[in-house]
């Protein structure tokens, strides 16, 4: 103890009470939940309060065995920076051995010690002559900090140091060890368990830091695993866990130093910054898209993990980062739409669009809601007899006292959820107005109910359809399930296609609607075959003598015959295409000039004047309809 601090320190009462006030202060700051740093600085500051002629010190152990400078508010700047990222050792000062030892090391002369021969020349200048360090170990025996005491006189410590330093490691190591403990924690509330990668709420916090960052400064992918349902319900959780981990490992791998982020179920956020990356992020987007294209064991099946991307960049436009949020997520809700698998960057007028959409989903949600869907009914003729074969049922949403056409509001079908309920509650109608129509003792043939790409993909339209007939009692032969072209054409994984092969084998009929508008050709029948074609209206309008329209459904309904394909033309407007179809082969078509699509009263007054096989007056046979 220095001379001029003895007579302060007469007796043991007055070390106990000097101890004490030490460890009140310190235990305050830790159980108020103060940083690791301020804690041991002002431990620092209060023993060399205490006593004033050392210099205090804390430096931390990392894992690797590297020591860092945590406290040490007395000693130079240049020193402790020179200390920083030194490796512990047997000849490393007494910091240093002190940790590799585990032991204190009493330093009495840095000038002629051999541990500090590498190091007394960074601390001899600044007029420091002997170190003190005592070791600060964990539980399970690791260094990981030491407390040193630096004199400016060549001595040792004094048996009142001792005293106030032993209070000062075990003050240190509690410090330490909660801190660790609330470092844990965040850790494991910003990480996501199973995969390991920072999870939403570390997301959120990483936005929030970028609030205000210039424009261009960093860009945004939101990215969803398009495959993870089907993996979990086919091969089971357990494969789906381990889809998510290789996935997550790949696009982190594909996109660093960009940040990775698992934000749900199968969502990922990647946070870009570094000027390469936002130079090109179609190019970052296609390595993320390349990663994950390669086959991986998951669970002992061979999985291709299938993703789709959206993208932004904050720009001068963007009020904040929800901003750039919601840009990336209608750019993700559009690269599903026109293709999943890829990437879409969002643009401009892609907000627009995507307003106007999510305008159309609430309106259809809220009709489904409100019972505001109706089934109208346009009926399809034979052309020779004018006699009711079948009818297409089409959706109509109430608005007040009028109705609009699915037109109007189709975009709203590109959400999934709302497409399948839709189709749900078109099925439910149409068996109800089947029961009716059978009831009545019409000799009812069958009515087309049109599909999504979402019935058909979600695997489940067969048994929503079986279920509405199976509560009206109605045969499902009465039923054609009607599916566009695009539809079926429109996925690459043969999803549809399968769908389709699906139903048939139940037993329910499938026809192609729209045929010749999209890119299917009569070669896909052969494997993906369906019961009746329905040629688009477009080819109907351009019948003239001739012409290629007409030799193309020429040959198609010859084709279609060898094939055991029903043909019905879409659209037909005058006299002269119905003679025009007649003379190539056409049987059956339905259009304006036979009726438009009405509800359910008038198509039953229709089907009872002019359904095939009803008994009626022989001169109302061939009578048009209005």
């Not at 910003?190 to 960093?218: I, Q």
């Not at 259009?591 to 009872?608: E, M, Q």
């Amino acid at each position: 103890m220095s001379l001029s601090k003895k007579s302060q320190y007469q007796g043991d009462d007055d070390t106990v009470t000097v101890l004490l006030h030490l460890q009140n202060e310190i235990l305050k700051m830790i159980a108020r939940g103060a940083g690791l740093t301020p804690t041991c600085t002002m431990l620092c500051v209060e023993v060399e309060r205490i006593l004033p002629d050392v210099i205090c010190s804390v430096l931390t152990v990392d894992a690797a065995g590297l020591l860092h400078p945590l406290a040490s508010p007395s000693l130079p700047e240049i020193y402790s920076q020179a200390l920083d990222g030194s490796s512990v050792g047997p000849l490393a000062g007494s910091c240093g051995t002190a940790a590799y030892l585990k032991t204190e090391i009493t330093v009495s002369d840095i000038g002629t010690d051999i541990r500090w021969a590498q190091f007394k020349h960074l601390v001899l200048p600044h007029g420091l002559r002997a170190c003190w360090s005592s070791p600060i170990c964990d539980a399970d025996g690791r260094a990981i900090a030491t407390f040193a005491l630096y004199y400016r006189n060549a001595r040792g410590p004094t048996v009142f140091e001792r005293e106030v330093v032993a209070n000062c490691v075990n003050l240190t190591q509690i410090a330490i060890e909660r801190h660790e403990r609330v470092l844990e924690h965040q850790r494991r509330a910003f990480t996501d368990a199973l995969t390991g990668c920072p999870n939403r709420a570390a997301y959120h916090a990483a936005l929030s830091k970028l609030e205000g960052a210039a424009v261009g400064s960093w860009a945004l992918f939101v990215l969803d695993l398009d495959n993870l349902k089907v993996v979990n319900d086919t091969f089971g959780h357990h494969a789906g866990d381990e889809l998510l981990q290789i996935a997550s490992n790949r696009i982190s791998a594909a996109v660093s130093p960009g940040r990775t982020f698992r934000v749900g179920g199968d969502e990922f956020a990647v946070i870009l910054q570094a000027p390469e990356a936002l130079c090109n992020l179609e190019k970052i987007a296609d390595e993320v898209l390349g990663a994950l294209s390669v086959a991986a064991d998951c669970g002992g099946h061979s999985i291709v993990p299938r993703a789709t991307i959206g993208g932004a960049t904050v720009s001068s436009d963007d009020a904040g980062v929800g901003s750039v949020r919601q840009n990336a997520d209608f750019a993700l809700y559009h690269a599903k739409e026109t293709g999943r698998g890829g990437f879409i960057r969002y643009w401009v007028g892609l907000r627009s669009n995507m307003t106007r959409r999510i305008g159309a989903i609430r309106d259809l949600s809220a009709a489904l809601r409100e019972d505001r869907i109706e089934a109208h009914y346009q009926p399809i003729f034979r052309l020779d007899t004018r006699e009711i074969v079948g009818l297409e049922a089409l959706c109509r949403m109430r608005i007040g006292d009028n109705l609009v056409s699915a037109a109007s509001f189709h975009e709203a079908t590109v959400d999934a959820q709302v497409a399948t309920s839709l189709t749900a509650r078109m099925m439910t109608l149409v068996a109800a107005d089947l029961r009716r129509w059978l009831d009545l003792g019409i000799p009812f043939q069958h009515v087309g109910i049109n599909v999504s790409s979402a019935d058909l993909s979600g695997g489940a339209v067969g048994q929503v359809l079986a279920a509405a007939l199976e509560r009206e009692r109605v045969p499902p032969d009465h039923v054609i399930l009607e599916v566009t072209e695009t539809v079926y054409m429109g996925r690459g994984d043969q999803v549809i296609q399968q769908a389709i092969r699906a139903l048939r084998a139940d037993g329910i009929r499938v026809a192609l609607d729209d045929f010749g508008t999209g890119f299917a050709s009569l070669t896909h029948l052969l494997t993906v075959p369906v019961d009746v074609i329905k040629i688009d209206k477009l080819f109907v309008d351009h019948l003239e003598p001739d012409g290629v329209s007409v030799t193309i459904v020429e040959g198609l309904i010859r084709t279609a015959k060898k094939m055991g394909i029903r043909i019905v033309a879409e659209g037909i407007e005058t006299e002269e295409q119905v003679e025009q179809l007649r003379a190539i082969g056409c049987t059956l078509g339905q259009g304006y000039i036979f009726s438009p699509a009405v509800n359910r009263d008038t198509t039953t007054a229709l089907l009872l004047g002019h359904a095939q096989g009803i008994l009626r007056p022989r001169n109302t046979a061939r009578s048009g309809v209005a």
